[in-house]
């Protein structure tokens, strides 16, 4: 490796750093880089001002470095820099950067405010952290709260290279819903193949928040589901218990019924009164007699 001119820092504290050249290709497969540059700033020490001592990389004429226990880096370059060509039968590098540009960068674009349901990038890129989660069916890590997106760098001993993108910074407004969450829902609308619902509870805590529900025909029970009637199911105006399974299409949660001690724990019969639970599908009114089905939660004699 060359040593180069020292730079002209604007931080607060020294930070020796080593560029590298012409790195293995093991190196380049763990750093997650496909091809290496010919041209950029030429290998060697920088001293900038920063507080930890860490090896930095190269890369498209920029280098970066990720200080130890920090969310932020350095980035500096000097634009390209030509290496001599072999003709002329030179050993040089590149020329000499003068003065480098320095800068310290936030990682996490704390300008960034994401809110529930908002692609915050893929699994194969990223961990979610907290105020986030992967969905399985797609690879792709959602925002649960609101907040700003954060993106912290691997710990330096991790085998898992994969940066943590999390949602922090904003103060939750109660409960949110997320991926196994109990919670307790209006159905608002009834069709087909699904009904909405506006959730009302996350376990035993009243949102704050307007959330919007989802359940599928797929979702309503665990048997028999190509024979699920959601008009025998539900009914505007039920109150269902249901488990958070995703957050779906339009930032609306998937929610699913398909357990015993989820469904309907409370309707109303046509004549307004509230009616009793008789079987795992059938409510009662008490004033009429009328039965009417539904999907009920799990009936206590």
């Not at 952290?129 to 959602?142: L, V």
Request: hydrophobic share 35%.
């Amino acid at each position: 490796m060359a040593t180069t001119s020292t730079p002209q820092p604007d931080s607060s504290s020294n930070l020796s750093i080593t560029v590298e050249s012409n790195p293995s290709d093991s190196r380049l497969s763990e750093l997650g880089i496909q091809s290496w540059p010919k041209w950029g700033c030429p290998p060697g020490k920088y001293m900038l001002k920063f507080e930890a001592e860490e090896t930095c990389y190269l890369v498209k004429g920029k280098v970066k470095v990720y200080p130890k226990g920090s969310s932020e880096y350095v980035e500096f370059g000097a634009g390209k820099q030509k290496a001599a060509s072999d003709q002329e039968g030179s050993s040089k590098q590149g020329q000499s950067l003068g003065s480098i540009h320095c800068k310290i960068k936030k990682m996490e674009e704390a300008d960034e405010m994401v809110t529930p349901g908002e692609v915050l990038g893929k699994a194969t890129d990223l961990k979610a952290g907290k105020g986030a989660y992967a969905a399985s069916h797609n690879n792709t890590i959602y925002a649960s709260l609101t907040g700003f997106r954060r993106i912290q760098a691997p710990p330096p001993a991790s085998n898992d290279k994969r940066p943590t993108v999390e949602v922090t910074g904003h103060k939750a407004h109660g409960p949110v819903p997320e991926p196994g969450s109990v919670v307790i829902a209006r159905v608002t609308k009834v069709m087909a193949r699904t009904a909405s619902a506006d959730i009302m509870c996350v376990g035993p805590k009243s949102v704050r928040e307007k959330f919007t529900g989802i359940i599928r025909q797929q979702d309503v029970r665990a048997t028999e589901i190509d024979k699920v009637d959601m008009h025998l199911s539900f009914r505007p105006g039920d109150i269902v218990r249901a488990v958070v399974l995703s957050l779906g299409d339009a930032r609306a949660y998937y929610l699913s019924t398909a357990k015993n001690e989820l469904g309907v724990v409370s309707a109303e019969s046509s004549a307004g009164a509230t009616m009793v639970p008789i079987s795992w599908t059938e409510m009662q009114c008490p004033l009429t007699g009328q039965i009417e089905l539904r999907k009920v939660a799990k009936v206590v004699n």
